[in-house]
């Protein structure tokens, strides 16, 4: 009885299995996922939904010649353009078909194997290795052509760089795929904003801080185009005495004084010249002198006095740690990107 009950099943999870590759064939055939070719026969049907996102046969055609890979080899490289295309919802929009419905792509298919077989080594990789990628060419004078294809492909750190934008807590260091460090000081010493000039000449810095004990987190970070940064719009009014003012130049900023950031995607840049260098999470009002004391969302809040201040600035912070000015215990962090 058991046993046969037992064969049922088995059976009908046969049918299932040939039905729902059926299914898949026909799917092909009506070119709703053109790219996929072949399905592998060891696939239990339970997993199909699975497999299809990460392991279909999928075959190419670069610059002419066919080619077979897997998915996974494709998607190797998590937020890479190349992995991104392969994601079935973006295939439509991101690739070119040839006339037999193959993705196609215009490149040397000597340098794209090459490519590929790199590929199926980082596949195996762990996460935290991914990030410090290095794919190389076939040879010196393939160079230059070897690395516009990676550019095409969003295979260069500038792309599937993590994070990219806005405010981090808890950002583990390895993360920091393709971010350069350019400044480390701990809070008890003097902040120099010219920093932002001379190392940390970059199109964009991601600013954060940590302690000092646990170096393989930042407690809080930011990241935003360097104008935004070192030039951040000035706010337009500011609070003195719990009344609405406009900012004029002459305002000196002081703990009665709250002034409102505009934020730019999502993290809001301030600098009070000679007072005060920070950010909040979005447009919020932060306080000067001390150095922003606030605490509304106060884990997402950094304040650095600058060099001019560090007599009278207080306040210094990272996240909901305050007063740091004189501590040795916390680091101030910046890296960029060219
Ligand atoms: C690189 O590409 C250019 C332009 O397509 C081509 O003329 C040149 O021969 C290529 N170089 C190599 C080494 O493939
Ligand atoms: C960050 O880490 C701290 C300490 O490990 C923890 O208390 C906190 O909940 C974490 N925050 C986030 C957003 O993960
Ligand atoms: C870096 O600084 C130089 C001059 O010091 C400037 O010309 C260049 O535009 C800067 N680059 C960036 C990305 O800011
Ligand atoms: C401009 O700032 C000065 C100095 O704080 C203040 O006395 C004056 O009232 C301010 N003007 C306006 C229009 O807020």
């Not at 039905?19 to 026909?26: D, E």
């Not at 353009?81 to 392969?86: A, N």
């Not at 006095?305 to 007063?323: H, L, M, P, V, Y």
């Amino acid at each position: 009885m058991m046993l046969s009950r037992l064969f049922v099943i088995g059976l009908l999870i046969s049918i299932y299995g040939v039905l729902s590759q059926r299914t898949i064939v026909r799917s092909v055939s009506l070119g709703e996922d053109a790219f996929i070719v072949k399905r592998e026969t060891n696939v239990l049907p339970k997993n199909n939904k699975e497999v299809e996102r990460h392991d279909d046969v999928i075959e190419l055609n670069i610059g002419g010649q066919k080619m077979t890979t897997l998915r996974s080899t494709l998607t190797a490289v998590p937020k890479s353009k190349l992995s991104l295309m392969f994601q079935k919802e973006n295939a439509k929009k991101m690739l070119s078909l040839d006339k037999q419905g193959v993705a196609f792509f215009d490149y040397n298919p000597l340098y794209f194997s090459y490519l590929l077989d790199q590929l199926r080594e980082i596949k195996r990789m762990s996460d935290q290795s991914i990030h410090n990628l290095q794919i190389s060419a076939p040879y010196m004078s393939s160079h230059v052509n070897f690395t516009h294809m990676l550019i095409d492909l969003g295979l260069t750190p500038d792309y599937f760089l993590s994070p990219t934008e806005g405010t981090h807590l808890n950002l583990t260091i390895d993360s920091l795929a393709g971010w350069k460090e350019c400044y480390r000081s701990t809070y008890n010493t003097p902040f120099d904003l010219s920093v932002l000039t001379s190392s940390c000449n970059g199109s964009r810095l991601l600013v954060g801080c940590r302690l000092a004990t646990n170096k393989k987190r930042l407690t809080l970070a930011a990241i935003g185009e360097r104008e935004d940064i070192f030039h951040p719009c000035l706010p337009k009014q500011c609070k003195v005495n719990g009344k609405f003012k406009k900012r004029n130049r002459t305002l000196t900023c002081s703990s009665r004084h709250q002034c409102i950031t505009q934020a730019k995607r999502g993290v809001g840049w301030y600098h009070v010249p000679h007072q005060t260098w920070g950010f909040v999470r979005g447009s919020l009002s932060f306080a000067v002198n001390p150095c922003d004391v606030s605490n509304l969302d106060a884990d997402y809040r950094l304040c650095w006095s600058t060099q001019e201040n560090i007599q009278q600035g207080f306040g210094d912070r990272c996240g909901s740690a305050k007063n740091l000015q004189n501590s040795n215990k916390w680091e101030r962090l910046i890296y960029y990107i060219k």
